[in-house]
């Protein structure tokens, strides 16, 4: 089912009489194509929640509608909107057993829909299998792990098999290592089912690595929509370039002469089609090449080996961090006697940035020999 | 190891003698003299053992109206007033605004003193030369016939006494009650409502199982406070309830001991104990009864 939000704006009134409105959400435009993952993102107050909120019928818009496929959802109320929800907390009855819990939704249905006790059961076991809890079911919430409680969440999410699930802050409440793997899970079971998914996320890891595409918010409005790939490739302001990437980008003081781009006062690379000006220098870590030739100078402060790779950390005055961190393969040597490392930048990590508007501002560059 | 146990010890022992002296210590007092026979407090003789204090106040008429009215108020006053005060708490989680002046008006009767209210109570209901009350008044202006609730039949000064009761432990009720609806984590709405869950599956299924710990408490201790039920009575009805009828167990403990038929603490002695006899039991059950229907 394809979803659609077309200037979606919802204003919350000031809790003061003389106080602002707040936007959560400004004038939202995007489509989300069928059955795809798509991950929400954005730092904590962004309006991510309360996008999702509008989504299911939770919260009603000030402005624009929202569309499921070529129905108009805007007005219904959510129960007619087909919509599944996982809660962040999950929101599991604790009175109830897993079995029940995973029930109930089917058990409000009336009139034409109305199923018997067979059916009910058949749908539940079929989800609780899809989820992979069919051997919990007569336990109570408290006695499941989080992650159990999550899939029984996902579970009772499902069993209606809604147009489209929601899923708030689907990880965030389990730990590091599990996070993985339910991260591995809500993929595997978007990917059988075939249902729209939209889930909200602060984490980019967690957006980037299931997402077939991400959403990426702040302050209430969009910011850039498209494959993970894409847009850490290629982001279309200075925000979208920080928000996305661990380690972050490192940002740096900048200006631009004569087509060379100067980072303090060394012109590091040759950049075509920018025209003079101050710019904001956003180098990912891994766009840094070490080369005793290098016109890109830092201070050293230390190398982190990491096995796989090694995270040469340093300084440099016109950083608008307190360290400048590169990564690069484990099996270059860093001298940790000199006290300043050279190094080469690789064009395509390397991003410039309107110093006012923070937009992106495109150059090109010569193909290297 | 034995030194540190000592040391707990040392801090139980506020505790335990404090405990020791007024509660362990009277209460296996009162069991001694239910079973001595003719106990006289005064020259500290009694003149046998046995069992016959107990045969003789369940002979007494007077423990048996005691012993009914008790009965009837409990089994009248405790479910009315526990659904009852489930009902106001539900209307005042409803409304937003004016919420707060109910709730103090609705515990308000919390902080009146038992005796003022009884006597508005008589008021409302006695019958005197001058006036009939006025609940007489209303009820001649519907066209009924004045009762006269204060002195009047029994099943008159029945009611008035379970409604003066229900209206007395009502604000505590309510009072735990709203805290306890609200605090049901408001996403299990949310969730219900996205599954499109009626009022009235969402009150039994949800509502009501979250606060049932709750409500399993009212009852015991409503259970408990109606079975001692003592001072309502005399609010109403003066100090002599044989008279009136409309003794209560803890009434008749208290004449026996102090009334004007008073001083037989034997007699009060195996009273009490059967009274607690039956509050153990009925607690018992309700222990029983709430494992299979209150969560968590």
Known sequence: ?369 | MKKRSMKGWLYLLPAILFLGCFMVYPLIDVLIYSFEEGYNSASQTYYGIGLYNYRYVLRDPYFLQALRNTFILVIITVPLSTGIALLISLGLHAIKPLRNPYQTIYFLPYVTNTLAVGLVFMILFKKTAYTDGLVNLLLQWFGGSSVDFIDGPYWAKMFVLCFYTIWVVMPFKVLILTSALASVNPEYYSAAKMDATSKSRVFFKITLPMISPMIFYLVITGFIGAFKAYSDAVALFGTDLNAAGMNTIVGYVYDMLYGNSGGYPSFASAAALILFAIVLTITCVNLLISKKHVHY
């Open chain 1, 1 to 369: 089912m394809k979803v659609v939000l077309q200037h979606l704006t919802k204003r919350f009134p000031s809790r003061t009489k003389k106080g602002d409105d707040v936007i959560a959400v400004n004038d939202f435009n995007f489509e989300i194509p069928s059955g795809k993952l798509i991950g929400l993102l954005g730092p904590s107050g962004c309006g991510k929640s309360t996008t999702l909120n509008l989504i299911c019928g939770l919260e009603a818009p000030t402005e624009g509608s929202i569309l499921f496929g070529e129905d108009d959802v805007t007005r219904l109320p959510p129960e007619n909107r087909g919509v599944g929800l996982v809660f962040q907390n999950y929101a599991l009855y604790p009175h109830l057993t897993v079995l029940d819990n995973i029930l109930f939704p089917l058990q409000n249905l009336r009139g034409a829909d109305k199923l018997t006790k067979p059916q009910m059961m058949e749908k539940a076991m079929q989800a609780a299998k899809l989820v992979q809890i069919d051997e919990l079911l007569e336990r109570k919430p408290s006695e499941l792990s989080g992650g159990q409680q999550q899939r029984v969440a996902i579970a009772r999410a499902l069993v209606k098999m809604p147009r489209v699930l929601l899923l708030d802050e689907p990880l965030s409440n389990l730990d590091a290592r599990l996070r993985l793997q339910t991260r591995e899970e809500i993929r595997r079971i978007q990917q059988e089912t075939g249902i729209t998914t939209i889930f909200v996320t602060h984490d980019q890891d967690e957006a980037m690595s299931i997402s077939d595409m991400i959403v990426v918010m702040k302050a209430g409005v969009m910011q850039q929509m498209g494959q993970p790939q894409d847009v850490y490739d290629d982001p279309i302001n200075l925000f979208v370039a920080t928000f996305l990437g661990t380690p972050p980008i490192n940002v740096f003081d900048g200006r631009v002469r004569g087509g060379m781009l100067y980072v303090g006062d060394d012109p590091v690379m040759a950049v075509g089609g920018v025209a003079d000006q101050q710019v904001s220098v956003g180098i990912r870590p891994e766009g840094f090449n070490l080369d005793p030739q290098g016109s890109f100078r830092t201070h050293l402060v230390r190398v982190e080996v990491m096995g796989r790779d090694t995270s040469v950390v340093s300084t440099h005055p016109a950083s608008r961090n307190p360290f400048v961190r590169s990564i690069i393969r484990a099996d270059n040597q860093v001298d940790r006697t000199k006290e300043t490392v050279c190094f080469s930048l690789m064009p395509n990590k390397v991003f410039l940035f309107d110093a006012q508007t923070e937009a992106r501002i495109p150059f090109t560059w010569e193909a290297q020999k």
